[in-house]
C-alpha cells in the first residue's frame, strides 16, 4: 500500500543544479498563459483550455515541471466560481483545463502557488528535518515544581506516551525532576527557521499570471446560451469534466456529485436533524461546523462544561428536536497555545467508544495540524482512523461518516497547500471503497472568489453544511 501512495504522490522534481537558484526559478511575473482556440465565446458546459508556459526570472523559458498552479474562473457579479485541472508536460509547459457552468461573464485566474523549486524545499525539509515545530510539554505535581520540556526526537533522556489503543505514539525530552507521567499542558510556540537567505526568496504569495492573446483581447470570456432547460446543461458539464464536484453561482454551491436540497429556512436544518447525533472530531476546520450549525439551527443551545474552545469537547443540544453536537479535537500533535493532554483524544480511539446507527452522523478532519510531518506519519494515523471506521460500520451499518477534505490555506513551508494537497490525496486513496462520503471543501474553497483562508469564510461554511445535509437528509 505505500508504494502505492508513494507513486501517487509523486512530483517532478528540478535538476539539481537549479534547486537552490532563486533566479533560475520560475517566476509568475515571466510565466504566461494563452487561450487556445482563439475565441471567447462558450456555450455553457464547454471546457476552456489554455496553455501556461513556465519562465524564470530572466524570462527564459523553463525546460522542466513540477511547478505547482491552479485555475480557476469566477465572477464578482454573479459570484461564480469553478475550479480546474492543471497538466503537467514535464517541459516547462502546461495545460489548463476549466469546465464554464454558467451562462455571462467569466474571469480567468491562473495562479502560481510554488514554483518547482520552491515544492523541492517544501518536500525535503517535510521529511529531513523532524523537529521544525516548536511543541513544548508541561509537567506538574502537587508539592513540586513544574517543568517545561521540548518536544525532541533524538534526544538521550525522553519520555515515550504510547496509546494502547491505536499505538500512536508521542515524545518529549524528560524533565530534570518530574516523571513522565506528570505531563499535564501541550502548546505549540512556533515554528523554527529552516530556511536559509536564499531559500526564503522562494516563498511569496501565490501571484496571479498574465493573460496573452494573439489578438490583444483581454481575458474575460464571455459565455454565450439560451438558458432553458439546466437539467440538461448540468448534464453536458457532467460529462465535460467528470472529476468536477461542483461550482459556485449566486454563491450557492452546485453540487455535481449529488442532488442537494436547499435548505433556505433556519427551521429546514432543524427538521433534517430531528433525533440526529452529529460527532465532529480533528481540527479547527471541522470545529466551524460545529460552530456553525450551533448558530444557525433554531432552538440550539450550546452547553458550557468549561472545556477549552479550541480543543473541546463542545456540546450543543436541541432538547425539541433531540439533537445532539459535539466536536472534540484529534489527538497529539496538536498546534495550540496551551491546552490540557487531557483534552487530546485520538480519533480513532473516539470513533470505537460510539454506538453509531441511522440516526447517528460522523465528521472527520484531519490533515491540518499533520502537513509539517513526514507523509508517512499521517498514513499511519490515518490507517488508525480508517480500522475504527471499517469497524463502526460492521457494527452499525446504517452510520453516515463524512470525511471532510483539506481546504486551501496557506502557502508556507510549514503548511503549504502543496502538503496540504499531498495529505488530502493520501487520505481519499486509503477512504477509497469505504460506504463513506469525502466532502470535497478542497474544491468548494479553491473555486471560491474569495483569497485562501485556512479558516474559510462563513458563506463557505455554509455550504458546506448544505452539502453534509444533503447527505444526512437525501
Given at each position: 500500500?505505500?508504494d502505492?501512495?508513494?507513486?501517487?504522490?509523486?512530483?517532478?522534481?528540478?535538476?539539481?543544479?537549479?534547486?537552490?537558484?532563486?533566479?533560475?526559478?520560475?517566476?509568475?511575473?515571466?510565466?504566461s498563459?494563452?487561450?487556445?482556440?482563439?475565441?471567447?465565446?462558450?456555450t455553457?458546459?464547454?471546457?476552456?483550455?489554455?496553455t501556461?508556459?513556465?519562465?524564470?526570472?530572466h524570462?527564459?523559458?523553463?525546460?522542466?515541471?513540477?511547478?505547482?498552479?491552479?485555475?480557476?474562473?469566477?465572477?464578482?457579479?454573479?459570484?461564480?466560481g469553478?475550479?480546474g485541472?492543471?497538466?503537467?508536460h514535464?517541459?516547462?509547459?502546461?495545460?489548463?483545463?476549466?469546465?464554464?457552468?454558467?451562462?455571462g461573464?467569466?474571469?480567468?485566474?491562473?495562479?502560481?502557488?510554488?514554483s518547482?523549486?520552491?515544492?523541492?524545499?517544501?518536500?525535503?525539509?517535510?521529511?529531513?528535518?523532524?523537529?521544525?515545530?516548536?511543541?513544548?510539554?508541561?509537567?506538574?505535581?502537587?508539592?513540586?515544581?513544574?517543568?517545561?520540556?521540548?518536544?525532541?526526537?533524538?534526544?538521550?533522556?525522553?519520555?515515550?506516551?504510547?496509546?494502547?489503543?491505536?499505538g500512536?505514539?508521542?515524545?518529549?525530552k524528560?524533565?530534570?525532576?518530574?516523571?513522565?507521567?506528570?505531563?499535564?499542558?501541550?502548546?505549540?510556540?512556533?515554528?523554527?527557521n529552516i530556511?536559509?537567505?536564499?531559500?526564503?526568496r522562494?516563498?511569496?504569495?501565490?501571484?496571479?499570471?498574465?493573460?496573452?492573446?494573439?489578438?490583444?483581447?483581454?481575458?474575460?470570456?464571455?459565455?454565450?446560451?439560451?438558458?432553458?432547460?439546466?437539467?440538461?446543461?448540468?448534464q453536458?458539464?457532467?460529462?465535460?469534466?467528470?472529476?468536477?464536484?461542483?461550482?459556485?453561482?449566486?454563491?450557492?454551491?452546485?453540487?455535481?456529485?449529488?442532488r442537494?436540497?436547499?435548505?433556505?429556512?433556519?427551521?429546514?436544518?432543524?427538521?433534517?436533524?430531528?433525533?440526529?447525533?452529529?460527532?465532529?472530531?480533528?481540527?479547527?476546520t471541522?470545529?466551524?461546523?460545529?460552530?456553525?450549525?450551533?448558530?444557525?439551527?433554531?432552538?440550539?443551545?450550546?452547553?458550557?462544561i468549561?472545556?477549552?474552545?479550541?480543543?473541546?469537547?463542545?456540546?450543543?443540544?436541541?432538547?425539541?428536536?433531540?439533537?445532539?453536537?459535539?466536536?472534540?479535537?484529534?489527538?497529539?500533535?496538536?498546534?495550540?497555545?496551551?491546552?490540557?493532554?487531557?483534552?487530546?483524544?485520538?480519533?480513532?480511539?473516539?470513533?470505537?467508544?460510539?454506538?453509531?446507527g441511522?440516526?447517528?452522523?460522523?465528521?472527520?478532519?484531519?490533515?491540518?495540524?499533520?502537513?509539517?510531518?513526514?507523509?508517512?506519519?499521517?498514513?499511519?494515523?490515518?490507517?488508525?482512523?480508517?480500522?475504527?471506521?471499517?469497524?463502526?460500520l460492521?457494527?452499525?451499518?446504517?452510520?453516515?461518516?463524512?470525511?471532510?477534505?483539506?481546504?486551501?490555506?496557506?502557502?508556507?513551508?510549514?503548511?503549504?497547500?502543496?502538503?496540504?494537497?499531498?495529505?488530502?490525496?493520501?487520505?481519499?486513496?486509503?477512504?477509497?471503497?469505504?460506504?463513506?462520503?469525502?466532502?470535497?471543501?478542497?474544491?468548494?474553497?479553491?473555486?471560491?472568489?474569495?483569497p485562501?483562508?485556512?479558516?474559510?469564510e462563513?458563506?463557505i461554511?455554509?455550504?458546506?453544511?448544505k452539502?453534509?445535509?444533503?447527505?444526512?437528509?437525501?
Amino acid at each position: 500500500e505505500m508504494d502505492d501512495l508513494q507513486q501517487l504522490l509523486r512530483w517532478p522534481s528540478p535538476p539539481a543544479m537549479s534547486s537552490f537558484n532563486f533566479e533560475s526559478s520560475t517566476s509568475p511575473v515571466a510565466t504566461s498563459y494563452r487561450l487556445l482556440g482563439g475565441t471567447r465565446n462558450f456555450t455553457v458546459g464547454d471546457t476552456l483550455h489554455l496553455t501556461v508556459q513556465a519562465r524564470d526570472h530572466h524570462g527564459r523559458d523553463k525546460r522542466y515541471g513540477g511547478d505547482y498552479f491552479r485555475i480557476k474562473v469566477y465572477s464578482e457579479k454573479l459570484r461564480a466560481g469553478a475550479f480546474g485541472s492543471v497538466l503537467d508536460h514535464d517541459n516547462g509547459s502546461y495545460t489548463a483545463s476549466v469546465v464554464l457552468p454558467w451562462p455571462g461573464e467569466a474571469l480567468v485566474d491562473v495562479k502560481l502557488v510554488h514554483s518547482s523549486e520552491a515544492v523541492n524545499i517544501i518536500s525535503r525539509l517535510r521529511d529531513s528535518v523532524p523537529n521544525k515545530i516548536f511543541f513544548t510539554g508541561y509537567f506538574e505535581k502537587e508539592g513540586a515544581t513544574g517543568e517545561a520540556t521540548e518536544w525532541q526526537r533524538g534526544a538521550s533522556k525522553m519520555c515515550e506516551y504510547r496509546d494502547k489503543a491505536t499505538g500512536h505514539m508521542w515524545f518529549c525530552k524528560k524533565p530534570r525532576t518530574l516523571p513522565c507521567d506528570s505531563l499535564r499542558f501541550h502548546s505549540n510556540r512556533g515554528f523554527s527557521n529552516i530556511l536559509t537567505k536564499e531559500e526564503e526568496r522562494f516563498f511569496r504569495n501565490g501571484n496571479p499570471l498574465i493573460c496573452y492573446s494573439r489578438a490583444g483581447n483581454e481575458c474575460n470570456m464571455t459565455i454565450i446560451v439560451v438558458r432553458k432547460y439546466i437539467y440538461i446543461e448540468l448534464q453536458l458539464i457532467r460529462h465535460s469534466m467528470p472529476s468536477l464536484s461542483g461550482f459556485y453561482l449566486n454563491d450557492e454551491w452546485v453540487s455535481l456529485s449529488c442532488r442537494a436540497r436547499p435548505f433556505r429556512a433556519p427551521q429546514d436544518l432543524a427538521t433534517c436533524l430531528r433525533g440526529k447525533r452529529i460527532y465532529m472530531y480533528g481540527d479547527s476546520t471541522i470545529r466551524q461546523w460545529f460552530l456553525h450549525l450551533t448558530a444557525h439551527v433554531p432552538d440550539m443551545q450550546f452547553i458550557d462544561i468549561n472545556a477549552p474552545t479550541v480543543l473541546g469537547p463542545l456540546m450543543s443540544v436541541s432538547v425539541a428536536a433531540k439533537t445532539f453536537l459535539l466536536f472534540r479535537s484529534q489527538g497529539l500533535p496538536f498546534l495550540t497555545q496551551h491546552g490540557p493532554v487531557a483534552a487530546l483524544h485520538y480519533v480513532a480511539n473516539e470513533i470505537d467508544g460510539l454506538t453509531g446507527g441511522k440516526d447517528t452522523v460522523v465528521g472527520i478532519s484531519v490533515w491540518a495540524h499533520l502537513t509539517g510531518f513526514p507523509v508517512s506519519f499521517y498514513v499511519t494515523r490515518m490507517r488508525g482512523i480508517r480500522a475504527a471506521v471499517i469497524r463502526l460500520l460492521k457494527r452499525a451499518p446504517g452510520t453516515l461518516v463524512v470525511f471532510k477534505s483539506a481546504n486551501t490555506s496557506y502557502h508556507s513551508v510549514y503548511q503549504s497547500d502543496w502538503l496540504s494537497l499531498q495529505l488530502d490525496l493520501v487520505m481519499r486513496r486509503l477512504m477509497a471503497g469505504l460506504p463513506v462520503v469525502i466532502l470535497d471543501a478542497w474544491e468548494m474553497t479553491a473555486a471560491h472568489r474569495l483569497p485562501d483562508n485556512m479558516h474559510p469564510e462563513p458563506i463557505i461554511i455554509h455550504n458546506e453544511i448544505k452539502l453534509l445535509l444533503a447527505y444526512v437528509c437525501p
